[in-house]
């Protein structure tokens, strides 16, 4: 809480460093992103926190970043300005969030209160990893100046009401995520006329073909978010060949149905105007539709009819079935004939398996071309192909355990792959996108299980990176039923760790992946091989000392997918 009796120097940087409102239109329910708002840090008084803003699926607000008390610093603030008038007659805000179990304090400025450090303020607490609604009613704000609360001042005036943001000032240092689905004036109500059900939009519009492959598949949409659905007419479907319709309509076809029509949905509700200003859309089979704004087309389909709305977003129609690439990376190394020399590796190694479809990854395969491993010193292909730890080691630093395609690169900078402590960075130089120093020949191929940028240049691992290499001659044969079960529990680990992460939780994540390694380590240590076994106890020895609880999820991850390429029979 901010009843402070002397002045905080973190809230006063905070105030001070905004700048003055301007009218302006915000869109609070955050459908077409987070565009007009903006991050106010401690760094304007020397801090060190950190913030940052972004749209996450579904049309949610997310706020992420560090909270640092050194140098005085200590708070970490998102702000917008809103219209004056845009609360007028409001008897206060709600706001539907989904946080860390931390405090935050949502702050509103007003025309007829304007301070150089002064604000209303309303604390309110959160629960990790659940959304909720807060209610904060007008009425309930304090107005705060120099941290100091304003005894005398007046209610605060809706009618006023020129800028709105949320801060975390707790002083709790860590990491910090709070998502925002939506803010409203309290107890504002849905639309009388609610849409109806995608059943019934989509009988009304002729989709029976589409409808009636939603229910075979068991298609179910995302519960607490809109999305947006590409809707192919009865002709598209009829444009297919039969025997396709008729195996996706089979169970044996069931997983492959699921995955076409995953590819047809969008997270976020957009509409025609939103989706025509974008270059590509990641539907949620994690595959990219590419937009043409011209030709008014998504992925090669045109749309005959766009903003057709249901309770659970927006359905545009279109004339053409958009097929995903169906295809693992494995098989799609194979097919390349740019990459044989890349499949001829993968094969030696036997981790050919851990790009198949039988692992749904994601996975990122800087893929060097045939060229690339012609341009290694003479000899080098050759002992690399007949010692296959190194090898691993080789090809491990050409695998990302994430996707990240072409637009991302740059934004993320670098991303850590299997090898070991292993990164690799990403520049544009000379006007060309490079990966680890090479050249990206080609970009962003689409893979059941992840992506493929093709590369000129084969990464090089620094001597003796890993554990693996230092332990490449000691080691002892493998029980192939004990690496099965190690990978079986990797697996369960990295399906219930993977969403604690993502819900703000990388303590928990890490506390998950760390059970699953030491009961590896424990009860299957006799029937895995030296160098398999010192990678994890390394990564436990390393998350033992690792402050950071996201860096030691990640290096816990990492262990864990090393490990399953590392076994490979």
């Known amino acids: 809480m901010l009843l402070a009796t002397s002045i905080q120097p973190w809230l006063l940087a905070c105030l001070l460093a905004a700048p003055l409102p301007q009218s302006a239109s915000v869109d609070l329910e955050f459908n077409q992103g987070t565009r007009g708002w903006s991050t106010v840090l401690d760094g304007v008084m020397g801090g060190l926190s950190t913030g940052a803003i972004a749209a996450a699926d579904g049309g949610v607000l997310r706020f992420t970043g560090d909270l640092s008390l050194e140098n005085n610093g200590g708070f ?84 006023k009401v020129e800028s709105i943001g949320i801060t975390l000032g707790d002083k709790k240092a860590g990491p910090f995520a709070l998502e925002v689905d939506w803010i409203r004036p309290l107890g504002a109500r849905e639309p009388a006329s609610k849409a109806a059900d995608l059943a019934t939009v989509a009988g009304d519009a002729g989709l029976t073909t589409l409808l009636a492959l939603v229910k075979v598949a068991g298609l179910e949409l995302p519960r607490d978010a809109k999305v947006t659905i590409f809707a192919p007419t009865n002709d598209a479907f009829a444009n297919l060949p039969r025997e396709t319709v008729e195996f996706l309509a089979s169970a044996k076809g069931k997983s492959t149905l699921q995955a076409v029509l995953k590819h047809h949905v969008v997270a976020g509700p957009l509409d025609s105007a939103a989706l025509l200003n974008r270059r590509g859309l990641r539907s949620l089979s994690g595959q990219t539709l590419e937009i043409d704004a011209e030709r008014l087309q998504v992925d090669g389909a045109g749309i005959v009819a766009a903003d057709v709305a249901f309770d659970g977003g927006l359905v545009h129609v279109i004339d053409r079935v958009m097929m995903p690439e169906l295809r693992p990376i494995e098989a799609l190394l194979t097919a390349d004939p740019r990459l044989a020399t890349l499949r001829q590796a993968v094969e030696a190694a036997g981790i050919g398996a851990q790009l198949g479809a039988e692992n749904p990854g994601p996975w990122t395969v800087l893929a060097p071309s045939n060229e690339a491993f012609a341009a290694l010193p003479a000899g080098a292909l050759e002992a690399l192909l007949a010692d296959r730890q190194q090898l691993l080691d080789v090809l491990t630093g050409h695998v990302i355990p994430s996707a990240v395609r072409r637009e991302q690169l740059l934004g993320v900078g670098s991303a850590r792959t299997l090898m070991g402590e292993g990164s690799v960075e990403f520049k544009l130089v000379d006007g060309r996108l490079t990966a680890g120093g090479a050249g990206i020949v080609a970009a962003d191929i689409e893979a059941a299980n992840g992506v493929v940028h093709v590369i000129d240049r084969v990464l090089l691992p620094k001597p003796a990176a890993t554990p693996l290499a230092e332990l490449k001659r000691e080691q002892t044969p493998i029980d192939p039923q004990q690496a099965t079960r190690v990978a079986a529990l990797f697996a369960r680990a990295i399906e219930r760790g993977v969403p604690l992460f993502n819900a703000g939780e990388p303590a928990a994540c890490a506390a998950v992946y760390e059970v699953a390694i030491t009961a590896a380590v424990e009860l299957c240590a006799g029937g895995l091989d030296r160098s398999a076994l010192a990678l994890l106890q390394d990564a436990l020895r390393k998350g033992a000392s690792e402050p950071s609880d996201r860096e030691r999820a990640w290096l816990y991850r990492r262990a864990m997918d090393r490990f399953e390429f590392a076994t490979a029979p």
């Open 76 to 159: 970490s603030q998102m702000r917008t300005n809103v219209e004056e008038g845009s609360f007028a007659g409001e008897r206060g805000l709600a706001l539907r969030v989904r946080g860390d179990g931390r405090e935050y304090q949502f702050d509103v400025r007003v025309s007829n209160a304007r301070m150089m450090a002064g604000a209303y303020q309303k604390v309110f607490a959160t629960r990790a990893g659940e959304w909720i609604t807060v209610e904060l009613p007008f009425d309930e704000f304090r107005l705060f100046n120099f941290g100091r609360e304003m005894r005398n001042a007046g209610r605060l005036d809706p009618a």
